[in-house]
Nanobody, 121 residues
């Protein structure tokens, strides 16, 4: 079983910045795509950004130019640098990882527990 642990959420004023981190842990696994999703009250969970093991990235139109996703493959960790934050970025942010478990010899998809990001003055 691969577990994801997020950190870095909090309260920030409009225009401010936050950096989210998500570390994957477990036995004998490799990760392919890792990403961040978010869900605001009354809305569906949406993709914010994703990154492959080779470094290819994909962003939601609403965050392009403001958010940057990166990863450290040696640490199985993905980051989300969020700049120029807006009130509409307020949501619970979830980390996601797809990969292969050598223990079960099957693909896996894991989710973090979520971290709250609130943008408000």
């Amino acid at each position: 079983q691969v577990q994801l642990v997020e950190s870095g959420g909090g309260l920030v004023q409009p225009g401010g910045s936050l950096r989210l981190s998500c570390a994957a842990s477990g036995r004998l696994f490799s990760t392919n795509a890792m990403g961040w999703y978010r869900q605001a009250p009354g809305t569906e969970r949406e993709l914010v950004a994703s990154i492959t093991s080779g470094g290819s990235t994909n962003y939601a139109d609403s965050v392009k130019g403001r958010f940057t996703i990166s990863r450290d493959n040696a640490k199985n960790t993905v980051y989300l640098q969020m700049n120029s934050l807006k009130p509409e970025d307020t949501a619970v942010y979830y980390c996601n990882a797809d990969g292969w478990s050598y223990v079960s010899a099957r693909e896996f998809r894991s989710w973090g527990q979520g971290t709250q990001v609130t943008v408000s003055s």
